[in-house]
Nanobody, 125 residues
Framework: VQLQASGGGLVQAGGSLRLSCAYS????????VGWFRQAPGKEREFVAA????????YYPDSVKGRFTISRDNAKNVVYLQMNGLRPEDTAVYYC???????????????????WGQGTQVTVSS
């Protein structure tokens, strides 16, 4: 089971990036997938999640209306479209999957048992 996150980079404030989380294994639609981020000196923070059985999506207030999580089942990829980026969005972004179907809070990193390697997003002011 592997998750590969990509798409990070340097962007000016107000710009956009699309992150991808590619999954090598059984179809990714079987699993709830989340995105988290971690800035230097800060705790890992929940960014978005897409539920496995309904494709319902979940966001914290800090990104709601700016970020959109989606999945392409044919490509086995989950995307995080980030618009209106702010300097405070600067962090390493990780995708994660709830492979064991533990359930629980979507924002709880402990729910997810498979993690990608992270991709750096830097937003300049």
């Amino acid at each position: 089971v592997q998750l590969q996150a990509s798409g990070g980079g340097l962007v000016q404030a107000g710009g956009s990036l699309r992150l991808s989380c590619a999954y090598s294994g059984r179809t990714i639609k079987m699993y709830t997938v989340g995105w988290f981020r971690q800035a230097p000196g800060k705790e890992r923070e929940f960014v978005a999640a897409i539920r496995r059985d309904s494709d319902s999506t979940y966001y914290p207030d800090s990104v709601k209306g700016r970020f959109t999580i989606s999945r392409d089942n044919a490509k086995n990829v989950v995307y995080l479209q980030m618009n209106g980026l702010r300097p405070e969005d600067t962090a390493v972004y990780y995708c994660a999957a709830d492979m064991a179907r533990r359930g629980g809070s979507f924002s709880d990193s402990g729910r997810y048992d498979a993690w990608g390697q992270g991709t750096q997003v830097t937003v300049s002011s």
